[in-house]
C-alpha cells in the first residue's frame, strides 16, 4: 500500500529537549516536505526536498532541521523545541512534476 | 510566503443543504487544488484543477478554476455526514519553485444530521 508514515504519532516534551520525527514514504517519491498545521493558519511549509541530498527552507523553517539522506526518508529535527512549537506537523511526498501530495498522518507535538 | 484566503471559516448545515466554499489570492496561480482533511488524519486530494475556468467534478464535489486565476471554489450538493472536516485549497504560484503548496486557512465544515 502507497503510504506516507510519520513517528511518533503524539510526542509531549519539554523546552530545550531535542526530538526527532520521522518521515518515510513507499512510492519511490522524489519530493518530500514538512508542513505545520495551527488553527485558522491552514498548512505553512517548514522544509521541502526535491530529491536525495537536496534541501531547501519553506516559509517558517526557524527552529527546525532536516535531513535527506535517503530519498525515502525526510526526519524533521527540533534541536531546541520551544512552546511555539506546539503544533501538528505533517509531511508529505510527491513525484517532483505533480502537483498530488501525499500526506502522513500527522505528528501532535507539545512542548512544555 | 503568501497565505490564500479561504471562507467561511467554518460551516454548520443540515444534512441534506448544498455547501460552498471559496479561496482567493492577490496573486496568479497555475494550479488550484482541494483537500480534505478528516479528523485525526492527513489532507486527502479531492480535486485537481490546471486551466482557468475549468470546471471538475467528484461525485457531489464541484471545483471551479476561476477565469482570473487568482481564486477558486469548492460546491458540495446535498451534504451527508460524513462530509465533515476541514476543507483546504492550495495552489501553486506561477513563480512555483518545485512544488510548493500554498495553503488556504481551511473551512470547518460540521454537517447536522
Known amino acids: 500500500e502507497a503510504q506516507v508514515t510519520q513517528n511518533p504519532r503524539y510526542l509531549i516534551t519539554v523546552t530545550g529537549k531535542k526530538l526527532t520525527v520521522t518521515c518515510s514514504q513507499n512510492m519511490n517519491h522524489e519530493y518530500m516536505s514538512w508542513y505545520r498545521q495551527d488553527p485558522g493558519l491552514g498548512l505553512r511549509q517548514i522544509y521541502y526536498?526535491?530529491?536525495?541530498?537536496?534541501?531547501d527552507k519553506g516559509d517558517v523553517p526557524e527552529g527546525y532541521k532536516v535531513s535527506r539522506k535517503e530519498k525515502r526518508n525526510f526526519p524533521l529535527i527540533l534541536e531546541s523545541p520551544s512552546p511555539n512549537q506546539t503544533s501538528l506537523y505533517f509531511c508529505a511526498s510527491s513525484s517532483l512534476f505533480r502537483e498530488t501530495q501525499y500526506f502522513g498522518p500527522g505528528t501532535r507535538l507539545l512542548v512544555l | 510566503g503568501q497565505q490564500l484566503n479561504q471562507s467561511p471559516q467554518s460551516m454548520f448545515i443540515q444534512e441534506g443543504e448544498d455547501v460552498s466554499m471559496n479561496c482567493t489570492s492577490s496573486s496568479i496561480f497555475n494550479t488550484w487544488l482541494w483537500y480534505k482533511q478528516d479528523p485525526g488524519e492527513g489532507p486527502v486530494l479531492l480535486i485537481a484543477l490546471y486551466k482557468a475556468g475549468e470546471l471538475t467534478s467528484n461525485g457531489r464535489l464541484t471545483a471551479q478554476f476561476g477565469i482570473t486565476r487568482k481564486d477558486s471554489f469548492l460546491n458540495i450538493s446535498a451534504s451527508i455526514p460524513s462530509d465533515v472536516g476541514i476543507y483546504f485549497c492550495?495552489?501553486?504560484?506561477?513563480?512555483?519553485?518545485?512544488?510548493?503548496?500554498?495553503f488556504g486557512g481551511g473551512t470547518r465544515l460540521m454537517v447536522k444530521p
Open positions: 492550495a495552489g501553486l504560484p506561477t513563480n512555483n519553485a518545485g512544488n510548493m503548496l500554498t
Open positions: 526536498s526535491m530529491n536525495v541530498e537536496v534541501t
